[in-house]
């Protein structure tokens, strides 16, 4: 297939996730002709500040809201009940949503988020702080080639069948593995996936073969869910997701040949991290407090408070390393407003050896000591401000501390949450 020259962007977080990309890509969206995620389920939300309004989302990307053509992927996999109510809010924002799903998506079953449920009470201490969705046991169904597609819920006969090969397995391990209760009727599961599968027939479309005949004509903006680092071999695993995040997935997750995509990579201004894990910059002092507070970090989708630390350069160059980002996106600059001073990590240390690279060994990752870099902070109020040169002289110098390390130029500061508080950078 001849391709020429379309401008395509992947949008990716370069840290534990919760980077902004709900933002982003609801701000991006008009500059494309359509908007694609390409992984996770509704274990990744994201919010969006449109005037006084504030929406939530996990599965449907913030873009629909620009009443854009918005796409599934089909390594998504989807919560029909999720989906199912964020389509009504939607709708009762008086939009009609222009939302495609891929009939190859994979389905997210209550039996999958009993499992999850099962499994991390049975880890006790060693819990990697899932938020119990059921979405990694739907991806290790998808890999089996045991799971339910979109499409099944659409035909009754295979949706039964489907059903039936699984149901015994399913209660005898959430009963006799995990020895917790398994509280669900076949009857009555197949009935509640027929329901959705009527309410969310309208929506399935060739999304795949769309993208395939459209790449040479139109422009498309891909959405990554989650983080680099929770991506499930680069990430700090095992607290990882079950998939890849990385922008090299995007195009093989869409059913994509290789192309040019340019990598806008998102970095919050400080590091926050949801559940468990290794985490070497982690402020537990009323600095991360402050930050936790100021940035109202608590999960879009549990409601978790988020734990905060120091920004961290060594994960974001070996992130824009994995990704091959060419342009950076800084989020959430106003935070810092009010600190007396601020670092940055720009190095690590292990066993008394310098890593330029956080380790592959779990083990290791808890024992990395960070090299601190100290700038001056600042006072003011920034929120307003719409162009660079206006930002005080101390957060210009944070900014720019950032690009000379990294060596790669930044595109937006975001300064809050609303559309409007962006700064375009030349």
Known sequence: MAIKKIDHTVVIGLQWGDEGKGKFIDFLANQFDGTVRFNGGNNA???????QTTLHFSLIPSAILRKKPVYISQAVVINPKILTKEIKMIQKLGIKPKLKLDPRCHVVMPYHQLLDTASEISKGAGKTGSLKLGIGFCYEDRTN??????????????????????????????????????????????????????????????????????????SFLFESAQGTYLDFVFG???????????????????????????????????????????????????????????????????????????????????????????????????VLSGLESIKIATGYSLKRKKITTPPANENDWLKIKPH??????????????????????????????????????IKYISVGPDRKQTIILN
């Open 372 to 409: 601190y870099l100290t700038l001056p902070g600042w006072q003011e109020d920034i929120s307003h401000i719409k162009q660079f040169h206006l930002l005080p002289k101390n957060c210009q110098q944070f900014v720019n501390k950032i690009k000379s390390i990294l060596q790669i130029p």
């Open 236 to 334: 700090s695993y095992p607290y990882t997701v079950a998939y890849h995040t990385l922008a090299s997935s995007a195009l093989p997750d869409c059913g994509l040949p290789p192309i040019h995509l340019d990598v806008l990579g998102l970095v919050k201004a400080y590091v926050t991290r949801v559940g468990g894990g290794p985490f070497p910059t982690e402020l537990n002092n009323k600095i991360g407090a402050f930050l936790q507070q100021r940035g109202h970090e608590f999960g879009t989708v549990s409601g978790r408070p988020r734990r905060c630390g120091w920004l961290d350069l060594v994960l974001i160059k070996n992130a824009c390393n994995l990704n091959g980002v060419n342009q950076l996106i800084l989020t959430k600059l106003d």
């Open 45 to 51: 939300g994201h919010s969006v500040k449109v005037g």
């Open 145 to 218: 080639r045991a799971g339910v597609r979109l499409n099944d819920l659409t035909v009754p006969k295979i949706l039964r069948q489907r059903l039936e090969a699984v149901w015994q397995l399913k209660k005898l391990r959430v009963t006799k593995t995990y020895n917790q209760p398994f509280a669900l009727d076949l009857e009555k599961t197949f009935k509640r996936m027929r329901r959705y599968g009527k309410l969310l027939k309208p929506y399935i479309f060739p999304v795949s073969e769309y993208l395939q005949q459209n790449l040479a004509q139109k």
